[in-house]
Structures are given as C-alpha cells and as structure tokens.
C-alpha cells in the first residue's frame, strides 16, 4: 500500500500529544463540576436548516449523506422534501445544545448548568491554529424564561479558573476580553446608528484590518458620518481592569450626546462583571469595548480570551449571552455561554513547546522476559504490579537484557523489572528493579513494591518554550 496522503486540518496527535490534549480535558472538566455543570452529550449531526440558523457558517457546513441514496427518498421525494431530510455535521456545540434544551426542557431543572466536550467540523481553510476537526470544550447555563444577569458574571470567571488550573503545567496566562452588547447598540444608536449589526460587523474586523479601514467600512456599509465613525473607533479604544472604563464610556457617550438607556443598562452591567473579576480574578478579566463577536444571537456580555504572549492564535474562548437562539415559540431559554477551541490551544502547546508529556506510554514498568520458557514468570509479575494500579507491560521479545532496557528507555518507562529465577549455574536469583535513569537496582517484591509517586503515571509538565 502506497503512504497515505495527510488530509488537513485533521490534527492526529502521536501519543504523548494525545497525553497532553487528554491532561487538558480532564482538568477542564473537574473544574467544570466542580462548579456545578452537569456533563452531556449530543449527536454529530443535526437538520440542515437548523445547522444553518447562524447564517454566515453556511459555507463550513459539512453536509452528510449516504453513498447510496434510497431509491424510493430519491424518486418519489420533492426537492424540498429532500432538503428538509438533510444532515450536516455539527460545526459548534451550541446549536445542538438548543435543541436539545427544547427537546428536553420537561426533564431538565432550571437554571440548568452544562459542560460538553466533543468533537465538531468546520469547512474552512486549515492555518494555524484552525482545523477542520476540532474538540471543544462548552459550558452553558440555560434558564426558563429569564436568566439572572449574575450568571454573565460567574461564567467567565469559571472558565478563568479552568484555564488558571492549567498555569501548573506550563500554559501561559490568559487574558478574557468582555465587552456588553447593550453598551455597543445603546451607543450606536445614541449617535443615530440604526444598522447596529453592520456597525458590530466592521468593528468586529478592527484587529485584522486596522482603524482606518474600520472607518472606510463604516461609512459605506453602516452608512455612518467620518464623525460617527470617529466616535465608534473611540469607543472601541476604550479598555481596562477597573471599573473606570465604565466612567470613561459615560464621559465619551455625553461628548457625543450619544447617552441612551440601553447604554446605561449595558454599564451597569459591565461594571458588575469588572468589579467582581477584579476581587476573584485579578488581572485575568479585561474590559475591552472593541469587542464585538460577529453573530448576531448575542445580547449581553460577549467574552474573547487570548494566551499572553500568543496572542496572535486569536481568541481560543469565546461566547457570550443570548435571550432568543433556544425558543419553541411559547417559551424561550435564555442563556450564556462559553467556548473553549482545545485542539486550538493544544497545538499551540505542542508546536511551542510549552508543555510536554513525561513519557510516551502509561508504563511505569517493564517486566524483563529472561526466556521464552519463562514468559509466564514475567506475566505473573506484571499482573501482581497491576492489581495494585502500577501501570505494568511485558517486553516483547525474550531479548539480551540491554536491548529490553532500550526498548523502555524509548519509550521513557522508567523502571525495569527482572523476575526471580535461577541462573544456568544452579543459582537462585531475586527480583530485582532497575531505575534505568539513574542505574540504581534493588530488590523488589511485586507484592509491595511503589515507584515514586511522581513516576506510577505518565504526567504532563512544562516543557521548554521555542521561538
């Protein structure tokens, strides 16, 4: 069989970058319940049309169907039906999060708190830090009918917990970027704004194409005067730790007679979220007004966050609040949440070096085969070792005892065992343990012995931070 060609997009990691990816879920997930969010899972594929509620992602969707249609589905169906039968594959967790919040909502008790960690597929173009298969990382709290704004507060601070956790292992700091929907529109719309969505549009783009192009798009796609436009990049310059950015948006809104309701609810609002990040996470959580989030489900706080020092990954957590995306009509679930891109922040860590597996495979242990004919010695060892949760494996070949000591140092197990037995000349030998790093070996009895705590599994630590 020819080599295969690698698709993109698909990350594979080898096994110590799956030990990483697997520490990263585990600690995200004991932080997740500790405060609380039950864990769910839903189905890789959802309705077409529901898939496509976000709108602009109709060209990442990846549509599924059958190699071999069904006769009958084929023939005897209208296009429309067809189209009403297709599935997608899931592209963010949020949409099927909805869905199942309607589907279950007699089940379930409000407010209703989640995590869930899965897969999802995006057909956009492969770079850095974007693929087209990704695990994420959700967390979500839904309510019934209303939502306590105090959730917009305790969502980000959770998620900076999570991350802050990881700091142990070598993940650089994160910085999480909050903004108010309510603070944006009552602004714009104090101004004499209207299109508040083509203005959040243009100042959405605001890191990737500079202030200048911003005001061009603003001028002729929100229909803004060069004043307006001027007025709008001020208030997206505006940032802080402290409540004072609250003063300064008023000061600017009153400078530009821009001073809403809306505005002043949005402040309120943001001012609560500063000043409680400011006491629980200090430095971690930064009021920023230029940031938007594209989609327009969300009505309150939006929240990006960034690696300091990689910030030019982009954001690898998102999300925000929304009143309107789970509703079947009589009721509405209003809810707020977040998003974390694992596979994004995993192979940053990787690709620079950041943090690094211990060693390859989980064995702390590699029972020493001395012949073939007494394989079932060294079985006998690796099961006594097992039984009390030492990670054990067999050497595979009853090879020169050098050549079995190679074989775990690649694979960075860290002791050897050789069982007891006797010697050609009649001489009974013990079990002994070899630390292969250090060359020290002692006698052992399978029935008691430890390795070190450090040492029983494979650990993930910081490793050396490249350019």
Same mark, same amino acid.
């Given at each position: 069989?020819? $080599?295969?060609? %690698? ?22 997930? $004991? ?29 990442? /969707? @990846? ?12 023939? !005897?169906?209208? +296009? ?17 999060? *909805?869905?199942? /919040? ?8 409000? %407010? ?10 995006? !057909? ?18 839904? !309510? ?11 969502? %980000? ?9 990881? $700091? ?9 970027? /909050?903004?108010?929907?309510?603070? *944006? ?29 911003? =005001? +061009? ?104 609040? @929304? ?21 994004? #922040? ?14 390859? &495979? ?12 007494? +394989? ?8 006594? #070792?097992?039984?009390?949760?030492? %990670?054990?494996? &067999? =050497? ?72």
């Amino acid at each position: 069989m020819a $080599r295969p060609t %690698p698709l993109s997009g698909f990350p594979e990691w080898l096994p110590d970058g799956r030990l990483v990816e697997q520490h990263v879920l585990d600690s995200l997930r $004991r932080t997740f319940e500790l405060h609380g969010f039950a864990g769910i899972e839903t189905r890789a594929v959802e309705p077409l049309d529901q898939l496509l509620r976000k709108g602009e992602t109709s060209k990442e /969707v @990846y549509v599924l169907r059958r190699l071999q249609e069904e006769g009958d589905g084929a023939e !005897g169906a209208s +296009r429309g039906d067809r189209a009403e039968k297709q599935l997608g594959l899931h592209f963010d967790l949020t949409v099927p999060f *909805a869905r199942y /919040v309607l589907e279950n909502a007699g089940h379930l008790a409000f %407010p209703f708190k989640r995590y869930q960690i899965q897969k999802v597929w995006r !057909g956009e173009r492969p770079q850095e830090g974007r693929f087209r298969e990704f695990v994420q990382a959700d967390i979500d709290v839904v !309510g019934a009918g209303d939502l306590p704004y105090h959730y917009e507060v305790e969502l %980000p601070l959770v998620m900076a917990e999570a991350l802050g956790e990881l $700091r142990s292992v070598g993940v650089p700091p994160v910085r999480i970027l /909050v903004n108010n929907r309510k603070v *944006a529109e009552g602004f714009y719309r104090g101004l004499g704004l209207d299109d508040v969505e083509a203005v959040l549009r243009s100042i959405d783009k605001l890191d990737k194409v500079g202030p200048d192009e911003v =005001a +061009r798009l603003l001028v002729a796609e929100a229909g803004a005067t060069a004043e307006q436009a001027s007025a709008c990049l001020e208030l997206a310059s505006i940032s802080g730790e402290d409540v004072g950015v609250v003063d300064r948006v008023r000061a600017l809104a009153e400078a530009h007679g821009a001073s809403t309701a809306l505005l002043e609810t949005g402040l309120d609002e943001l001012g609560a979220l500063v000043a409680a990040a400011a006491e629980r996470a200090p430095g971690v959580v930064v009021a920023d007004l230029k940031i938007a989030r594209g989609l327009d489900y969300y009505t309150g706080s939006v929240y990006e966050t960034v690696l300091v020092g990689h910030e030019h990954l982009g954001s690898i957590c998102s999300g925000g609040r @929304y009143d309107t995306l789970a509703s079947d009509g009589a009721n509405t679930y209003p809810g707020v949440g977040l998003s974390i891109g694992v596979s994004r #922040l995993v192979s940053r860590l990787l690709s620079a070096g950041l943090v690094r597996a211990t060693r390859a &495979v989980p064995s702390a242990v590699l029972v020493a085969v001395t012949d073939e004919a007494t +394989r079932a010695d060294s079985d006998r060892v690796a099961a006594a #070792l097992r039984a009390r949760g030492i %990670p054990t494996d &067999v =050497a595979p070949t009853a090879a020169k005892f050098g050549k079995q000591i190679r074989f775990a140092d690649r694979r960075g197990i860290p002791f050897v065992w050789f069982p007891a037995g006797v010697t050609a000349d009649g001489t009974a030998t013990t079990h002994q343990v070899k630390d292969i790093r250090s060359g020290d070996q002692v006698e052992a009895d399978p029935a008691s012995w430890e390795p070190p705590t450090g040492d029983r599994w494979a650990t993930v630590v910081a490793g050396e931070q490249q350019d």
